[in-house]
């Protein structure tokens, strides 16, 4: 029966820092969800378990990269990634009058293999000929295709990595709907709210180890909250008994020196042996130094116990994104769009008008140009008819974090990028989103999905002149933390933003007040 059991495994990081240490994981029959904090390792970690590391496998495993895949880069066409290349170019010969044997060998029975080819693309939303080149389709698209081959594998177990990045919601629910027919264990790596609410039982990956949730999300949730509640409680019991200890001390400290004053006070008087008094002395410094000895241990034990609550506290704390506000535009409207249209699509052209400090959310299923509109909208795409006209500046995030330096620091990369800022307030704000002290000097190219998207994020909005932010899909990547950290900056963000995102509950804490659907043509 297959079966993955992982016992003890470490890994240490380039410059010596341990990224976790004698993790113990039993995958269940079913879907097992995997969550954490960006960077703390769950990639890593699902590395590991894919042979890396001391693990014991039975069965065939089938894996997910939440990063494209080095093939889909090439000139490698739908039919190549399919495995069918072969196959329709024996079709093709047969049908020009080829009498070869081998195409028939190679053909076999799959007469209907580019009808049932077609039925595949069509139930995967992909429209585009199997013999175009994987790399054209869009990023919801490209994950569907790499899924349905993971999916229709022999494989007995699926590590998915953050599966439903660039899923629309009909995608989520195709995913949802592929991991629930799998017969096998899947471990599902993700932030997505909707898709942990279908699993059976949730581990959570910490600096301080691994532990596991029976349950979907929301049991998840719920017992997290309640665990960092009793942790703040028995912090502040330690806390409060370390002051009581304290208090006490310092109350012996004092009755020993009215004691001594009495006692030097006695002896003065010579109403009493100085034999006697001697003895009381000593009497008295012994018990006093019983009584400062047992209260040091005890003292000992509280600090050692509230250093270890204070780092899983430290480990659970809150991260925030401060955004810089936006400068005052006396504008009316920011962008004005006139039946805009991609020259090479056939969706319904796009009008709109939007005001000032407007929140906007572009939705629309994948492939439909939604970054498209983006990249047009900051001027990096001239391939659409229409007009768009800007009375701002735009600065744009892309999903791929291309406005990252890969070989320059944390540091470098925020200051070099946002002009006027001193390296102390630079610090001040890296520390908001999980970079403190030494963290600030790692390479870009060595942070996770997930803190790529923060700094990323922290750059783009501190830059001067730029209210109008182009968010494509800023929310991909990040933990569930990080996505409640960012929608906390922008609900206090003073600007305007048009966003990218399939993920319902995210975009529903924001506070939309302007919606665009690409493939309808909408007007405000």
Request: with cysteine; hydrophobic share 35%; aromatic share 6%.
């Amino acid at each position: 029966m297959p079966a993955l059991v992982a016992h003890q495994l470490s890994f240490q990081l380039d410059s010596g820092e341990w990224l976790f240490k004698n993790l113990n994981l039993t995958l269940p029959l079913g879907i097992t969800g995997l969550v954490g904090r960006n960077g703390v390792g769950k990639s890593v970690l699902v590395s590991l378990l894919l042979g890396k590391g001391s693990v014991q496998c039975q069965g065939k495993i089938g894996h997910y990269s939440q990063l494209p895949s080095d093939l889909l880069r090439e000139e490698l066409r739908i039919s190549d990634f399919l495995g069918i290349s072969d196959k329709l170019r024996a079709l093709r010969s047969i049908e020009a009058g080829s009498t070869e044997q081998c195409d028939f060998d190679i053909l076999a029975d799959d007469w209907d293999i580019e009808t049932r080819t077609r039925k595949v693309l069509d139930t995967l939303r992909i429209k585009a000929d199997v013999g175009i080149p994987c790399h054209t389709l869009s990023g919801g698209q490209l994950a569907r295709l790499q899924l349905h081959r993971l999916f229709t594998s022999d494989a007995d177990i699926l590590l998915l990595d953050e599966p439903s990045n660039h899923l629309d919601t009909a995608g989520k629910e195709w995913l949802i709907e592929q991991c629930q027919e799998f017969s096998g264990r899947i471990l599902l790596v993700s932030h997505d709210r909707q898709l942990l609410r279908h699993v059976q039982g949730i581990y959570q990956l910490t600096r301080l180890g691994l532990s596991f949730f029976k349950g979907g999300f929301d049991n998840y949730l719920a017992r997290s909250d309640e665990q960092a509640s009793a942790l703040d409680r028995q912090i502040h019991r330690y806390r409060q008994e370390q002051k009581k200890i304290d208090r006490q001390a310092q109350l012996n400290r004092e009755k020993a020196q009215q004691r001594e004053s009495q006692g030097n006070s006695i002896r003065k008087s010579g109403s009493q042996p100085k034999v006697l008094m001697d003895a009381k002395k000593d009497n008295a410094g012994r018990t006093q130094g019983k009584l400062a000895t047992s209260q040091a241990v005890r003292l000992g034990h509280i600090q050692e116990s509230l250093q270890t609550l204070e780092q899983q506290q430290e480990v659970l704390k809150a991260q925030a994104l401060y955004l810089q506000p936006a400068d005052q535009v006396k504008k009316r409207f920011l962008l004005h769009i006139e039946d805009y249209s991609l020259n090479h699509g056939d969706a319904q052209p796009v009008s709109l008008r939007l005001p000032y400090a407007a929140r906007c959310h572009l939705a629309g299923a994948n492939g439909c140009g939604k970054s498209s509109l983006l990249k047009a909208i900051h001027g990096k795409l001239s391939d659409y008819s229409g007009i768009i006209r800007l009375n701002t500046n735009t600065v744009y995030l892309d999903q791929h974090f291309g406005l990252l330096i890969p070989d320059d620091s944390i540091l470098e990369n925020l200051i070099n990028y946002s002009q006027g800022l001193s390296e102390n307030d630079a610090r001040l704000l890296l520390a908001g989103i999980g970079f403190r002290r030494d963290a600030v000097y790692r390479k870009a190219s060595h942070l996770s999905g997930g803190e790529k998207m923060k700094l990323s994020m922290l750059m783009v909005s501190h830059i001067e002149h730029s209210p109008l932010l182009l968010l494509d899909e800023p929310d991909n990547h990040l933990d569930i933390a990080s996505k409640q950290m960012l929608v906390d900056a922008l609900r206090a963000y003073n600007g305007a933003f048009i966003l990218v995102s399939h993920d319902t509950d995210f975009v529903g804490e924001l506070g939309i007040n302007e919606h665009i659907l690409m493939g309808q043509t909408i007007c405000h």
